[in-house]
């Protein structure tokens, strides 16, 4: 098995272990955060509901700072915390995703804080 695969499935196990905990409702969705070798997503997600309440993504901010680094995921926390204080969210449940809270998805996480998101 290949370096890729096998990082791949331990991300999948390590996803699947947090979505057994983590769950989001109307009162606190889930924000979700998809990492690619070149973009960063975030969404925030009503599950019971099955609902998309605010989404942002690096590929929004393609003229600015678009792309896989640092400063586009801060951008990214900052846009997604501006839609979710205008869809009415206040408090949310953060779902890393699998990936180490570190680089990328702690810089997304503490924007969204610091653009009002409580989690």
Same mark, same amino acid.
């Given at each position: 098995?290949?370096?890729?695969?096998?990082?791949?499935?331990?991300?999948?196990?390590?996803?699947?272990?947090?979505? #057994? @905990? =983590?769950?989001?409702?109307?009162?606190?969705?889930? $924000?979700?955060?998809?990492?690619?070798? /070149?973009?960063? &997503?975030?969404?925030?997600?009503?599950?019971?509901?099955?609902?998309?309440?605010?989404?942002?993504?690096?590929?929004?901010?393609?003229?600015?700072?678009?792309?896989?680094?640092?400063?586009?995921?801060?951008?990214?926390? #900052? @846009? =997604?915390?501006?839609?979710?204080?205008?869809?009415? $969210?206040?408090?949310?449940?953060?779902? /890393?995703?699998? &990936?180490?809270?570190?680089?990328?998805?702690?810089?997304?996480?503490?924007?969204?804080?610091?653009?009002?998101?409580?989690?």
């Amino acid at each position: 098995m290949d370096i890729c695969t096998q990082r791949a499935s331990r991300r999948f196990r390590r996803r699947r272990g947090l979505r #057994k @905990t =983590l769950r989001g409702t109307p009162s606190r969705p889930r $924000v979700a955060v998809y990492r690619s070798p /070149r973009h960063i &997503y975030a969404q925030i997600i009503d599950d019971l509901a099955g609902l998309t309440l605010a989404s942002a993504s690096s590929l929004d901010l393609e003229g600015s700072a678009g792309g896989g680094n640092v400063a586009a995921a801060t951008l990214v926390g #900052k @846009t =997604l915390a501006e839609r979710a204080v205008k869809a009415g $969210v206040s408090e949310v449940v953060f779902d /890393r995703g699998g &990936y180490l809270y570190h680089g990328r998805v702690k810089a997304l996480a503490d924007a969204a804080r610091a653009g009002g998101l409580k989690f």
